[in-house]
């Protein structure tokens, strides 16, 4: 007789970028990631203690349950927002409740707007590589979009710095150094380390980074909250009880 092992059930989780910015034969082009539903082995994840100090329990859930083959530190990182949404809703179900200014919010996650990239914005399909045209100066910067990889220097680098001198934070400057590729099409990295501390305008940063949050594929984690003073957009809170309803680690 033969021995067959039931397959594991999973699900395709449609990712914001829509695969446009990974490389052609990249697994991620196809736009979409296959994902198992969660058992007891990722609940041992979530309470993971070395993971909690270390601050790497998300990563360690999400790397087990992405069945679709690839390095983890490709994703960029708004599509890694979409997968870790679709890991609490296949884990959990949709509805996430939390305390917000002493009320009990309930919201469906499900329903969470998905800011998708859109393909007219890109230089080319299948390359990290966009335009921001600086307001005061007409400079145009060439920037990526950051995926694990990058985030992991630039938390290096702010680390470094902070060695040297423990009242330093260059996190702003630093993620622009790394995230800006090329200026007028010159992608030499000391150039580009010099515009952002001597000739980047404070204004023209704040508008690039408005620029960034409007053209980013992520998911839109927040909620319009009912308040005296009328409704205001406020973010959803990434709670233990995200991960797991009835954790209290």
Do not use: C
């Amino acid at each position: 007789m033969e021995n067959t092992k039931p397959k594991f059930p999973t699900e395709m989780v449609e990712l914001p970028s829509k695969g446009l910015l990974y490389p052609e034969g990249h697994p991620l082009a196809s736009g979409q990631v296959e994902m198992k539903y969660m058992t007891a082995k990722e609940e041992d994840i979530l309470t993971n203690q070395n993971y909690l100090k270390q601050g790497t329990v998300i990563d360690k859930l999400l790397q087990s349950l992405i069945v679709t083959k690839f390095n983890y530190d490709d994703l960029l990182v708004g599509d890694k927002n979409a997968i870790l949404i679709a890991a609490r809703i296949l884990g959990y179900g949709k509805d996430y409740s939390f305390n917000y200014s002493g009320e009990e919010i309930s919201v469906d996650l499900s329903l969470i707007p998905t800011i998708y990239l859109e393909e007219e914005i890109l230089k080319e399909k299948g390359v990290n590589a966009l335009d921001f045209e600086v307001p005061t100066t007409g400079d145009v910067l060439t920037f990526k979009l950051l995926t694990g990889h990058d985030e992991k220097a630039i938390d290096a680098e702010v680390k470094g710095m902070k060695r040297i001198n423990k009242n330093a934070d260059s996190s702003v400057s630093t993620r622009l150094k790394h995230q800006i590729i090329a200026i007028n099409g010159d992608d030499d990295k000391k150039k580009i380390r010099e515009f952002v501390d001597n000739y980047f305008l404070a204004r023209d940063s704040a508008a690039f980074r408005s620029y960034l949050r409007l053209v980013n594929p992520d998911v839109k984690m927040t909620f319009i909250y009912e308040g005296e003073n009328g409704e205001k957009e406020v973010a959803i809170p990434m709670e233990a009880g995200f991960l797991w309803p009835d954790t209290r680690v």
